[in-house]
Structures are given as C-alpha cells and as structure tokens.
C-alpha cells in the first residue's frame, strides 16, 4: 500500500529463476496514493521437492534498496 503523499514507480526482477515458477503480473508499473498493488506467480510443481526462486522489487522512493 502507498501511503506516501507521491505516487511510486516499480520494477520486478527475478533475479534467481526457477521453471516451476511463473512472474504472472507485470514486471513494472506505477502505484498511486492511497492504493495497493498485487503481484502474483504461479507455482506448478513437476516434482516433490523443495523449489527456490528469488525475486527484486525495486521502487522509486528516495534512496530505496532493493527488497
């Protein structure tokens, strides 16, 4: 949720991939005052096992770090 007086700018990163998972919403966009984003991935399976994917969300807050 943006609960700042600006409206902020994103970008999604998949900086460690793995085929069982799928970035579903858009790699970037823009979040305005007052409201909220979702991002969403699709996770299928094709074995039991345990599965890692590393994501990066960078805004453009003053001085942000990647989350």
């Given at each position: 949720e943006n609960t700042s007086f600006v409206d902020f700018e994103y970008s999604i990163k998949v900086v460690?991939?793995?085929p069982d998972f799928t970035l579903i919403s858009d790699e970037q966009g823009s979040l305005p005052v007052g409201k909220t984003t979702v991002i969403?991935?699709?996770f299928t399976p094709k074995?039991?096992?345990t599965?890692?994917?590393m994501i990066e969300?960078?805004?453009s807050?003053?001085?942000s770090?990647?989350?």
């Open positions: 460690t991939p793995h969403n991935f699709s074995y039991q096992a599965a890692e994917s969300l960078q805004i807050e003053f001085n770090a990647p989350k």
